[in-house]
């Protein structure tokens, strides 16, 4: 079974910290570009952050970028989303999902083959 599975949310005080993982079993992440996105109740979903396959290109939304930081270890078929200076309007549902391209470089619309399960990460005083 072909599986994307986030983990390490939680609840954190505003200004806390965070690094969500994303495994992927089944399948390896050596040729999938990975996207970061979250969804708030009655809230649409918004992308978050994006690597690509190799890690050579990264994007960021506006309201993470300089807070959040995204990485990734091939050898262990894992995606991080490191999360500092949390705030309360960073509470959300985090998802990842994978694109099978080695040429996709976080840039413009991709359509995700896989998804995740989401992780809920709460930033509340």
């Known amino acids: 079974q072909l599986q994307l599975v986030e983990s390490g949310g939680g609840l954190v005080q505003p200004g806390g910290s965070l690094r969500l993982s994303c495994a992927a079993s089944?399948?390896?992440?050596?040729?999938?570009?990975i996207g970061w996105f979250r969804q708030a109740p009655g809230k649409e979903r918004e992308g978050v952050s994006c690597?690509?396959?190799?890690?050579?290109?990264?994007h960021y939304a506006d309201s993470v970028k300089g807070r959040f930081t995204i990485s990734r270890d091939n050898a262990k078929n894992t995606v991080y989303l490191q999360m500092n200076s949390l705030k309360p309007e960073d509470t959300a549902v985090y998802y990842c999902a994978a694109v099978e391209s080695s040429y996709y470089y976080c840039s413009g619309y991709v359509w995700y083959d896989y998804w995740g399960q989401g992780t809920q990460v709460t930033v509340s005083s």
């Open positions: 089944g399948f390896t992440l050596d040729y999938y570009a």
């Open positions: 690597i690509s396959s190799s890690g050579g290109s990264t």
